[in-house]
């Protein structure tokens, strides 16, 4: 914890800062707003000869991605950062990062996905790559951006997880924020990274180490039909399971080098709560400041920010929503035709079960970059003061902040 | 079932065999057959085979690999003095 400096960063900037700490092998990217100023940075700290990065410049994201697929496989530390339609064109690839176990580190700079065009924040574009495969984490501002940026190494390369991590930051309210970060020192962000480890494969060739290595050949992600490619799934579907042990894991023992301690939940004034709402991200903030001020009006309101998506933490969940009356899900992206939004869903989806359960509402909101200010929040913390008044949900899905 | 359960296999979809142990050539429905009394040893459809079926003799002549051969017919296309034909395979 000694030797920590407080600098004024903007997200992107936090994000650019850690992965310079980290000096990753390959970085390999195309700008596109709000994430460029990462890829920005990053390049500057190329020429001007502080990091021994190999720099990628190029033609796409669906190439971005391509090359760290590429490098990570032969061994190196890749990292990427995107947003919105250029996650939407790395989709094929995000899906083959996963599945062949490629511990990558991306940046999400949260952006609406078009059409019609917009470059302002909601999740639409990392919810839509929430089935592909790799840990997300979101984040509520850019010292969670700069943490994550480098724990995010360890939980993908934790030996039972080996799955690439998607560091979710909302574009321009964290991307573009000057904001106050302690920063570790080199040596510490290096000490903590360490050098990548790697698992052991048996392939044709018999054992060796998980990467491409021309004295003992591998082929990974050959034709895999009928008769393998269901147990490879399986994998990936334990390979979560087995990161819900990981990430603590790293987490503490990054709170050890940081002093700062994360978890899978926030949960904030709960203790009490007659009345919550879970999210995700920068929104969490406002919400934090209306907790604070409907407490001080004697009003028992709760927050539950998730920090970690995917792999989704449903035990921690229950556990910590226990005996409350009223959550509302704040969803910053729509599912067009579904029973309500993607947080929301799976929200449900785990409370089915439980013989204690609080009524849950959604509250789709922020869409396009829309602003979702404390009085809106206070609006529907009302509406779940009466939800919880007459014990039922009443409009299960409400957009928050459209007009009409 | 003899095959390995999901936590037995490598991950990564690494593949546990070399691909010379995955035998294409009953995929076919036809198979070259070389006419030597017309061949000039040029060498064309050993070039040409995409599969890398068609070896080259010490003889300078050239064989097809029927444990790999596809039947795909592309080096009867190219041969310059039409001395390989597909024929049905039995």
């Keep these: 914890m000694k030797g920590q400096i407080l600098i004024g960063m903007n997200g992107d900037e936090a994000a650019a800062y850690s992965t310079k700490q980290v000096n990753p092998e390959v970085v390999a990217a195309y700008p596109i707003t709000p994430q460029t100023i990462i890829v920005e940075r990053f390049s500057e700290y190329v020429a001007d000869g502080e990091v021994d990065t190999e720099f990628v410049a190029v033609e796409s994201e669906h190439s971005a991605l391509s090359s760290c697929i590429g490098a990570a496989a032969a061994g190196a530390r890749a990292f990427t950062a995107t947003a919105a339609n250029g996650l939407a064109l790395m989709w094929e690839m995000t899906y083959i990062a996963s599945s062949l176990r490629l511990p990558i580190v991306m940046a999400i700079a949260n952006r609406a996905l078009s059409g019609p065009i917009n470059i302002h924040n909601d999740h639409s574009d990392s919810m839509g790559a929430r089935d592909s495969g790799w840990i997300q984490i979101y984040c509520e501002n850019s010292q969670e951006v700069y943490d994550a940026c480098i724990a995010a190494w360890r939980i993908g390369e934790h030996p039972d997880v080996q799955l690439p991590v998607m560091v979710c930051l909302d574009g321009f309210t964290l991307s573009h924020t000057m904001e106050n970060v302690m920063t570790l020192t080199d040596e510490a962000v290096q000490e903590f990274v360490g050098k990548r480890r790697f698992i052991t494969v048996k392939g044709h060739m018999g054992e060796t180490e998980f990467r491409l290595n021309p004295e003992v050949p591998l082929t990974m992600g050959p034709l895999d039909l009928q008769d393998y490619y269901f147990e490879h799934k399986m994998q990936q579907i334990d390979a979560m399971e087995l990161a819900l042990k990981a990430i603590p894991e790293v987490d503490a023992e990054y709170a050890k080098v940081s002093g700062r301690s994360y978890d899978f939940l926030h949960p904030y004034r709960m203790e009490d709560a007659e009345v919550a709402l879970l999210g995700l991200g920068s929104t969490m903030g406002t919400v934090h400041y209306v907790v604070d001020q409907l407490r001080s009006e004697g009003v028992k309101a709760g927050l539950i920010k998730m920090r970690v998506f995917r792999p989704f933490p449903a035990e921690e969940l229950i556990e910590v929503v226990g005996d409350l009356p009223a959550l509302g899900v704040l969803d910053k992206a729509a599912s067009f035709g579904a029973p309500g939004g993607p947080l929301y869903e799976e929200v449900k989806s785990v409370f089915y079960d439980e013989d204690r359960r609080p009524l849950i509402a959604d509250y789709i909101h922020g869409l396009g970059g829309r602003d979702t200010s404390p009085s809106m929040i206070r609006g529907v913390y009302e509406t779940l003061m009466g939800i919880k008044r007459e014990g039922e949900v009443p409009e299960k899905v409400s957009y928050v902040g459209v007009r009409g | ?90």
Excluded: N
């Excluded at chain 2, 009394?37 to 068609?54: D, I, N, Q, S, W």
């Design chain 2, 1 to 90: 079932m003899s095959e390995p359960t999901w936590r037995e296999l490598p991950r990564g979809a690494v593949s546990t065999k070399s691909s010379t142990e995955y035998e294409t050539g009953d995929w076919g429905v036809d198979q070259p057959e070389i006419d030597r009394r017309k061949c000039t040893k040029c060498m064309l459809c050993h070039f040409y085979c995409p599969e890398g079926a068609v070896r080259v003799r010490e003889d300078g002549y050239t064989e097809v690999d029927l444990r790999y051969c596809k039947g795909c017919g592309i080096c009867a296309e190219e041969c310059p003095v039409k001395c390989i034909t597909m024929v049905r395979k039995k």
